[in-house]
Structure formats: structure tokens, C-alpha cells
Antibody, heavy 121, light 107 residues
Framework: EVQLEESGGGLVQPGGSLRLSCAASGFTLSSYWMHWVRQAPGKGLVWVSRINSDGSNTNYADSVKGRFTMSRDNAKNTLHLQMNSLRVEDTAVYYC??????????????WGQGTLVTVSS | DIQMTQSPSSLSASVGDRVTITCRTSQTITTYLNWYQQKSGKAPQLLIYAASSLQSGVPSRFSGSGSGTDFTLTISSLQPEDFATYYCQQSYSTPRTFGQGTNVEIK
């Protein structure tokens, strides 16, 4: 079964750091671009970042650029999101998602169950 | 960035109703448009990809249409398990932007 499982969320003070992980199983991670998406409490889905299949290229939302770093270890079937200089507005459930790129399009499937990050003093 | 305008933001409907949700993009995305369903406290799940292709395992009462900048998700006969929030997403370019969501509630 194709699955993603996030971990590493928790409570952190403003200005602090946290490292999220996403463990992949049931498929070859190295064949896919991967993404992080977040959802603040009671709000909609917001794209955060993506990484290409070999980890050589990353993109970030403007709101996290320079503070968050996405990486991957294909040998360990794991993604990471290093989050530094955290702000109250970064409070959200963070999801990792696999992007399937296949004619006729590109889509996210599956998604992990999410991990909650709370930034508060 | 491509802006997504999804409407309505919420709707109330009864079991058996036909429901239509629309999504408009700020520039053409051909058919790089996906729809997701999210139930309370759960992760989003893919319903429709490439504007009109039904994801495996998704009931046939769900359908998608459109191309260019205007897209529609239709539920032909609403079932109790369909009460949820629905999001459109464009995958034409980065960032992969989402619509604001449509909360489908029980009337």
C-alpha cells in the first residue's frame, strides 16, 4: 500500500526551530517530486514547498522562503522540512504529498495524515 | 502566481441533490486542474485529476469538467458521506495553488 507518514510536529516558541519528517512506503520515493502543504486551524490548504526527485531543486512559498528548507533521503525513503525562525502564523497541520506526473496531468496522491505544528509562547 | 477563485465558499444541500462547485483560474491552465475532498480532521483525498478524470475508487456520482480557466465539480446525487470540504488545485505551474474551499453542509 502506498503511504506517507509525517512526524516531528509539536509546540515550539516563536523564533524556534522544528524538523518535520515524512516516511514513504509502498513506492519508490526517488521516482517522484514531493510537496509539503499546510493548513492553519479552520483555514484552507496552502502549498509550502516542493523538491524534485533527486533533491537538486527546491521551491518555496514566499511566506517561508529563507526560513524553511526541504530535503530528501531517497535511500531512507524519507523527506524532511527544516523550519527555522518560526512565527505564530506558521501554526498549522503540515501534510506531505506525492505528486504523480502522468499524462494527462499532475496531481497529489497520496497525502500523509498530517502533523500539527503549534508556534506559541 | 496563478490565483484560484472557488465558489461558493459554502452551500447547504439535501441528500439526493445535485451539487455544482466552480473554480476559476487567473490564467489558462489547460486541464491541469484537480479536485480534492477533505473530511473533518482528515487529510485531503484526490477525487478528480486533469479536470475530468475520476480517481480510482471514487464513486461515479462525482464528475469534473472544464478547460482553460473555468472548471466545475459536480456531485450528481449527494450522499451522506459526501458532506465535506472540497478544494480545487492547479498543477500547471509552481506554486501549486488551491482554491479557498467549498464546505458542503447538510440542509
Amino acid at each position: 500500500e502506498v503511504q506517507l507518514e509525517e512526524s516531528g510536529g509539536g509546540l515550539v516558541q516563536p523564533g524556534g526551530s522544528l524538523r518535520l519528517s515524512c516516511a514513504a512506503s509502498g513506492f519508490t520515493l526517488s521516482s517522484y517530486w514531493m510537496h509539503w502543504v499546510r493548513q492553519a486551524p479552520g483555514k484552507g490548504l496552502v502549498w509550502v514547498s516542493r523538491i524534485n526527485s533527486d533533491g537538486s531543486n527546491t521551491n518555496y512559498a514566499d511566506s517561508v522562503k529563507g526560513r524553511f528548507t526541504m530535503s530528501r533521503d531517497n535511500a531512507k525513503n524519507t523527506l524532511h522540512l527544516q523550519m527555522n525562525s518560526l512565527r505564530v502564523e506558521d501554526t498549522a497541520v503540515y501534510y506531505c504529498a506525492r505528486e504523480v506526473d502522468r499524462t494527462p496531468g499532475r496531481w497529489f496522491d497520496p497525502w500523509g495524515q498530517g502533523t500539527l505544528v503549534t508556534v506559541s509562547s | 502566481d496563478i490565483q484560484m477563485t472557488q465558489s461558493p465558499s459554502s452551500l447547504s444541500a439535501s441528500v439526493g441533490d445535485r451539487v455544482t462547485i466552480t473554480c476559476r483560474t487567473s490564467q489558462t491552465i489547460t486541464t491541469y486542474l484537480n479536485w480534492y475532498q477533505q473530511k473533518s480532521g482528515k487529510a485531503p483525498q484526490l477525487l478528480i485529476y486533469a479536470a475530468s478524470s475520476l480517481q480510482s475508487g471514487v464513486p461515479s456520482r462525482f464528475s469534473g469538467s472544464g478547460s482553460g480557466t473555468d472548471f466545475t465539480l459536480t456531485i450528481s446525487s449527494l450522499q451522506p458521506e459526501d458532506f465535506a470540504t472540497y478544494y480545487c488545485q492547479q498543477s500547471y505551474s509552481t506554486p501549486r495553488t488551491f482554491g479557498q474551499g467549498t464546505n458542503v453542509e447538510i440542509k
